[in-house]
């Protein structure tokens, strides 16, 4: 038994700890939109809603968001909202005194874009009460030039629990297991002392 035991607290010391992963939902708005070459945009308004998970304890790698939905003069993922979405979130910093989120096309990378490509990239401060301004710009395959936003908003909605790691069941069951063995240890030791 002791065994057991030593193994799973080997495994529960081996395990990250992960106390600051946090989800959490935004929606960005836009409806004017400029270019170097004065060209009009290919959409009258963009609606981007989008939830992440990330650990705000330290910089993320580059990985999907957990949700991601665009919606372009009434059409879902249309245009430069087509390319799949990656994002990835910064803590404060070197150039940076808040928090960032950044989230963008997986074609150029989460921020950068390459004029025609149908890419997008979106920033803003990621502060725990968050309304504010956001930067949006985006790339048309048929644009010789980008496009940036220049009333983009960024609101924080309700976000949806997130499901657990794997790791996190493995532990759990580990935990529940060594219990049941327990009890059963107990039961056996009852049932012998009862009888002998």
Do not use: C, K
């Amino acid at each position: 038994m002791r065994y057991i035991l030593a193994a799973i607290a080997a495994i529960a010391a081996s395990a990250p700890i992960h106390a600051a992963v946090v989800t959490r939902a935004f929606q960005v708005t836009a409806s004017r939109f400029a270019n170097f070459d004065n060209a009009p945009a290919p959409f009258a308004s963009v609606v981007a809603t989008f939830q992440v998970t990330y650990d705000d304890d330290r910089d993320s790698a580059v990985v999907s968001p957990d949700r991601f939905s665009a919606i372009t003069d009434g059409t879902p993922d249309s245009g430069p909202f087509s390319a799949t979405p990656v994002f990835r979130y910064v803590r404060p910093g070197g150039m940076t005194t808040a928090p960032r989120l950044v989230i963008g096309g997986a074609i150029n990378g989460v921020n950068v874009l390459t004029n025609r490509t149908n890419d997008f990239y979106i920033a803003f401060e990621a502060l725990p009460v968050l309304t504010g301004f956001a930067m949006l710009s985006f790339t048309t395959a048929g644009d010789r030039v980008g496009f940036t936003a220049t009333d983009a908003r960024v609101i924080e909605l309700p976000a949806a629990a997130a499901v657990p790691e794997p790791s996190t069941w493995a532990m759990t069951f580990l935990g529940f297991g060594a219990v049941a063995l327990l009890l059963r240890r107990r039961s056996r030791r009852a049932v012998g002392a009862a009888t002998g």
